[in-house]
């Protein structure tokens, strides 16, 4: 049995070296422009993507080396989306793993500029990867897809359509969450395995919906139960801006059999796969637990 | 001797062709989010990326069907920084080719998530060229670098930095025209060159860095002497807002002798290339005497 948070600080360790080293070297002028960069990407934050692509590079037999750029691509991707999701006009955060929201530092001009930074520096990390070959290139496309119009984007879009909308349904809340959310998750964990020629890609597919959905059902009932401190954010701004969610559409108690059923289902799908399964199994168990 | 409104034409419309294909088939959901993308993509605009591309590739015996994919990809950044800039905390512009400006039809966050939604699919389109080679690889890398936060994203970032800086020197105007107009123009220019091997490579990124501050200035100018009938856009913003531009450095006069010599440099450029450059030379006048 793995002792699970060392693994976890391992992975994210691994993955931090990586990401510090890409800050120091970042070098843009003007200042303003790679100040507000690194501020975003050394906010902390659990780094869950990473992990997740690392943990299943070990599951596969892919080594870190191979990974690590196509972790530091997909943390500057959810990076952007966090910066250009906390804005006034999207979902107006002042708040940010416990510090100022980037547009609070920065102002806003210089938040939307420092989203589109990432975002096009990821993609110049990405092209770099490309190089490698045609595996390479298909997990850059597929990174970039589940970022994209039909991914993740689509999910901010909707997301902030549905905003005041007291009909959405259970379809809606789920094509929110599983594109705003679920999207880049799959994303982490089908990369080792398009690297490897596909190995286990649909299972590891549906595995990252169901983790995506298990985030986004527990942060759900944090918004509700957890404090300020553990969460980093404001908290009750759903309920406040009558926003639907899971809570919302099911009730807490209802969110909380939901969500143990997604784990359930987590656990159900890793039992399909060979393998040394063990921490990932555990990380479905974390994030239904998670108090932040 | 070309007729080069014809052939300028012949041009944009091979590329609109593809632009249109393109927008028919985008599909994503919400709604609002594909009519947002379409909505700036098919504002018009003179798209003179694409057609310096495709003149390039003429050039230098390149065929269009090479280059039109990488001529939508760097059009679809090219709109993306003008649904961002045109934002009221960036340069706050309610027109854009005569038309009110994406956030003005679709509000802010939709209009964030559009620009998000245009770069991302630049790098989906980009990332489909790459199987076909390491010059398609190089080609979509430059691009990303020129659009980047060593590219167009630092420009912006100055541009902003000093909006209201009444000390901005020659240096930083330079560095600011050279980032956020000159660096797509050179994207534009190169792409074709970087397909066959690098052939006036750097001519060519020289011309694309010249080309850009013709039309930087030559905007400068239009700002002060141009119609709304013919810009399509808000004048007169740059001296009320007390911004920095060549006007203010050099005086009308000044700009105008400058923006000659800048024409008469890129057809010094064009003389060092072997091969028919009649359209390009005709290129580089109509920039400078252009009145929209």
């Not at 959405?168 to 809340?173: A, E, I, K, M, R």
């Amino acid at each position: 049995m793995i002792d699970f948070d060392k693994q976890f600080t391992e992975y994210r360790q691994a993955f931090e070296k990586v990401l510090n080293e890409f800050c120091s070297n970042l070098d843009c002028k003007p200042q303003i422009l790679s100040d507000s960069l690194k501020y975003s990407l050394q906010l902390g934050g659990k780094r869950v993507r990473p992990v997740l692509m690392l943990a299943v590079g070990d599951l596969l037999g892919i080594e870190s080396g191979k990974l690590l750029n196509f972790a530091l691509a997909l943390e500057l991707i959810h990076t952007y989306s966090l910066i250009h999701d906390d804005l006034p006009e999207m979902d107006n955060d002042d708040y940010r793993r416990g510090k100022p929201s980037n547009h609070k530092v920065f102002g806003i001009g210089n938040a939307i500029l420092a989203g589109d930074g990432l975002l096009n520096t990821a993609y110049s990390i990405l092209l770099g990867e490309c190089f490698k070959g045609d595996n390479y290139i298909s997990a850059a496309k597929y990174i970039c897809d589940c970022a994209g119009i039909n991914g993740m984007i689509s999910g901010q879009s909707a997301d902030l359509l549905h905003e005041n909308d007291e009909t959405v349904d259970l379809d809606t809340l789920g094509f929110i969450y599983e594109n705003k959310t679920s999207k880049l998750i799959m994303a982490a964990l089908a990369v080792p395995s398009i690297l490897c020629g596909g190995r286990y890609f649909s299972e590891l597919k549906f595995l990252g919906k169901e983790l995506g959905f298990l985030f986004q059902y527990t942060d759900d009932i944090l918004d509700v139960e957890g404090s300020f401190e553990n969460v980093g954010k404001s908290l009750g701004k759903d309920s406040e801006e009558g926003k639907y969610t899971s809570v919302r559409l099911y009730g807490l108690d209802g969110s909380k059999v939901t969500s143990d059923f997604i784990c359930a289902n987590c656990i159900k799908i890793l039992e399909g796969i060979d393998g040394d399964t063990d921490f990932l199994k555990k990380f479905a168990y974390y994030v239904r637990q998670r108090t932040h």
